[in-house]
């Protein structure tokens, strides 16, 4: 019986082991991350009122303020001005990103004030700073007018779904976490975690710039220069997403036969292919494709045409330029370019640069013609 | 202030990616406790979210008299036993596997099939415990938590715990004898200590 007893003590204490070896369950925890984050919002309700009972006298101080600022200083814009003395009561909570109207200009007194969007961003503006929520809804964006804010934003699927702007500069996120600071004409910007995109506000034809983690830029306050440190790069193009167009070449006037087998000089806004004439060969004789080599030497040219362009029409200020693209040239039996289409768009400099370029250039003759694509590697 | 209490300030607070920060941090821990609290797969992910969801709305009431891991416990127990209350007064539409915890034994070696039945058939055991027995059991034998803390995460007194772990590990040894899938493990413990096994010994 005592044996008996035994075993079965042994028995369940080996199952206890057992059990306890059992690897903790692998759930779907983006899934469950995704619908908690989600979920929150709905039993914020508590957690506000809890907070804005706590806030309720720095905000009627707060309200005093925003009065006597909308008389002063901005009679058009709802304002509410955290006043040195209320933002040391504020600085233990954070605002309500989500709740605050468009266009609310929050000035951070002696201490910080942090500003907290549920479940997608917080932004710490610094003593002294100056900002104000001027998108709200998916994509937020928040105005630097002084100072400086550091966000931490959840990553999201979607690109630059939070974005500071900072006069004409606009810094949007690609990552995590970062910081900008307005200072005179000049936009400060750090990187901590992930990626920022840096460019202008108005337009996106300008080259944009890629500030990843550990890394810094100085920026002009209209977003189209500045210099960066660390791992950061320029990329020339549309920031924005824009589909690539065709270039058709054929419309242009008749251009003159040239040969493909010399250099280019891609020099100015025109770059000339240097040429030799070449005798159009009779058609029985022609093959159905130009030949391998044809097309490489065709191509090569073509790659040299470019980098000119890429050279001439871009403006990097001392730094490390490159882009990628997909060219597809379409080469008639006659040897001429037809179309060229680049994907993704190079800038629009850039590419009307090329087009003017490969007017000129001529491949080998043959039945049929060609289209082919090359993945090409820009850098300046 | 230590990071856990930083984090911790900032979810009472409403900072959403702090609340982040702590899920992930002992999202493990939580799902592994349900599991063994609740035996089912079924269930699982909902669970796990509804702790978290009530870390969420009760931060607040965590003022720091114990470790956050305890109470991050005492909120998992409350859960699963809501959980388990309200599931009682349900009509069961369909019952927890057979075999294995909900995995695919087909392509499994012999002795990993032979293992996930038994713990299939041990979950089984714990289930048949009463709630309180069978979460001072999970605690104290599979959480390795002491007495002292399970008392703090059930709020029981100790002297409490101490008797439900008693009578949880009597109950399981009885049960152990009715669960085929366990049975050999007797039997071959008692075959090494050349002792009757036990089927041969009740057939007599």
């Known amino acids: 019986m005592s044996a008996e007893r035994n075993s ?9 082991v057992e059990l306890c070896a059992e690897p903790a369950p692998e759930l779907d925890w983006d899934r469950v991350e995704a619908r908690l984050m989600r979920e929150p919002k709905s039993v914020t309700r508590s957690a506000t009122s809890t907070l804005a009972s706590r806030l309720r006298w720095p905000a009627m101080a707060l309200a005093a303020a925003a009065a006597v600022f909308v008389v002063t200083k901005r009679p058009h814009a709802p304002v509410a001005v955290v006043a040195p003395r209320a933002a040391a ?31 997608r961003a917080r932004w710490t503006l610094e003593p002294h700073a100056t900002a104000f929520v001027s998108n709200a809804g998916e994509f937020l964006t928040v105005q630097l007018e002084s100072g400086a804010l550091s966000a931490s934003v959840v990553p999201n699927t979607k ?6 702007e900072a006069g004409g500069t606009r810094v949007a ?15 400060l910007v750090q990187v901590n975690e992930g990626t920022v995109a840096v460019e202008p506000t108005q337009t996106h034809s300008d080259p944009s710039f890629l ?12 977003g189209r220069s500045g210099s960066v440190e660390g791992n950061a790069s320029v990329v020339v193009g549309d920031a924005a997403p824009r589909s690539h167009r065709q270039i058709a070449l054929s419309q242009h006037a008749p251009r003159p036969a040239k040969a493909v087998t010399a250099p280019a000089q891609a020099v100015g806004a025109t770059p000339a292919v240097a040429a030799q004439p070449v005798a159009a060969p009779a058609a029985q004789s022609l093959p159905l494709q130009p030949s391998i080599s044809d097309i ?3 191509v090569s040219s073509a790659i040299d045409l470019l ?9 990097s200020a001392g730094i490390r330029v490159s882009a990628s693209t997909g060219m597809t040239l379409s080469v008639a039996g006659d040897g001429t370019v037809q179309s060229v289409t680049f994907s993704p768009p190079l800038a629009p400099a850039v590419e009307d640069c090329a087009v003017l370029g490969l007017r000129t250039l001529t491949f080998a003759h043959s039945v049929d013609g060609v289209t082919f694509t090359r993945l090409l590697e820009l850098t300046r | 202030m230590t990071e856990l209490t930083e984090l911790i300030e900032r979810c009472k607070a409403g900072d959403g990616l702090a609340f982040r920060e702590v899920f992930r941090n002992h999202r493990a821990d939580v799902a592994r406790l349900v599991q063994r609290m609740t035996g089912r797969p079924g269930d699982l992910e909902d669970l796990v979210q509804e702790v978290f969801l009530q870390v969420y709305r009760s931060i607040k009431d965590f003022r720091g008299q114990s470790r956050f891991s305890t109470w991050l416990y005492r909120v998992t127990v409350n859960v699963v036993l809501m959980h388990r209350r309200a599931a009682k007064s349900r009509p069961v ?26 713990v299939a058939a041990f979950y089984r055991l714990l289930d048949r415990l009463s709630d309180k027995k069978r979460a001072v059991f999970v605690l104290h034998e599979l959480e390795g938590l002491s007495p002292t803390e399970v008392a703090k995460v059930v709020s029981a007194p100790v002297l409490t715990v101490r008797t439900r772990l008693f009578y949880a590990r009597r109950e399981l040894l009885e049960m152990l004898k009715e669960e085929p899938a366990l049975e050999f493990v007797a039997r071959e413990l008692l075959a090494e200590s050349g002792a009757e096994p036990l089927a041969e010994r009740e057939s007599t």
């Open chain 1, 307 to 315: 980098n000119g362009c890429f050279r001439d029409q871009t403006h």
């Open chain 1, 211 to 222: 500030l990843r983690r550990d890394s810094r830029g100085n920026f002009a306050l209209d």
């Open chain 1, 296 to 298: 490489e030497s065709g």
């Open chain 2, 93 to 118: 539409l369909q019952d927890a596997p057979e075999d294995g915890f909900g995995k695919d034994l087909r392509d499994l070696p012999d002795d990993q099939v032979a293992r996930s039945r038994r």
């Open chain 1, 89 to 119: 009561q504020v600085a233990s909570g954070a605002l309500n990103g989500d709740k605050l109207a468009l266009g609310t200009h929050i000035t951070a007194g002696n201490q910080s004030v942090v500003v907290l969007h549920q479940g």
């Open chain 1, 173 to 187: 996120v690609h990552g995590t976490a970062f910081r900008v600071e307005r200072s005179g004409d000049r936009v």
């Open chain 1, 8 to 16: 079965n003590e042994e028995a369940l204490e080996r199952l206890i």
């Open chain 1, 159 to 164: 690109p630059e779904t939070f974005a500071v």
